[in-house]
């Protein structure tokens, strides 16, 4: 564990204060759930909660079957990171912070798709450099509770792939899915 040297006092309703350069660090935003663990040395431990990263096991088996089924890059992401990958190299999206454009799509809830060549993708990582990696990509948000909670994503590199209906049906079903499995 690091120490920021910041202590901050409990006020009298039992709140505290996260300092706003830590916020903006571990990207926590207003009305963001967390997480609290103890142990046994008496620290309090505050961690950003992930509804869909309890879902991370069976995510990265609907991946895999979303990259087998379509040929595709398949991701799945929390509204932080990039939590299963297949079909591409997990060295290069595994764990990795999205970009704010991705970020920016989640909040307005919108779904993307390239719809030819032509088309600038979005950078799905934060590392992406507004460099062109994919020449198309669906990207569908994981909606529960009326909340974005993630992305469903499918990417290709290849120069004659075009994402087509089906593959927004896809994208659309897995994170319909994936978004009601949270409801439960």
Request: charged share 30%.
């Amino acid at each position: 564990m690091k120490a920021t040297g910041v202590v901050r006092r409990i006020d009298d309703l039992g709140r505290v204060v996260i300092p706003k350069e830590i916020r903006r660090t571990l990207r926590i935003k207003e009305g963001d759930p967390l997480e609290i663990f103890t142990d046994r040395e008496g620290q309090v431990i505050l961690k950003k909660y992930s509804p869909i990263g309890e879902l991370s096991e069976f995510a990265v088996g609907y991946a895999e079957t979303l990259s087998k089924t379509t040929g595709h890059i398949a991701c799945i992401t929390d509204k932080d990171s990039i939590i299963a990958v297949s079909g591409g190299s997990k060295k290069e999206f595994l764990e990795k912070d999205i970009s704010k454009e991705l970020e920016q799509l989640m909040d307005d809830k919108e779904v993307y798709t390239s719809k030819d060549n032509s088309d600038i993708s979005i950078p799905i990582t934060k590392d992406d450099n507004q460099e062109r990696k994919y020449n198309s990509q669906v990207v569908y948000p994981i909606i529960s509770n009326g909340d974005t909670i993630g992305t469903v994503i499918l990417l290709s590199k290849e120069a004659s792939t075009k994402m087509n209906e089906t593959e927004k049906k896809v994208a659309q079903s897995a994170a319909t899915f994936l978004g009601s499995q949270m409801e439960i």
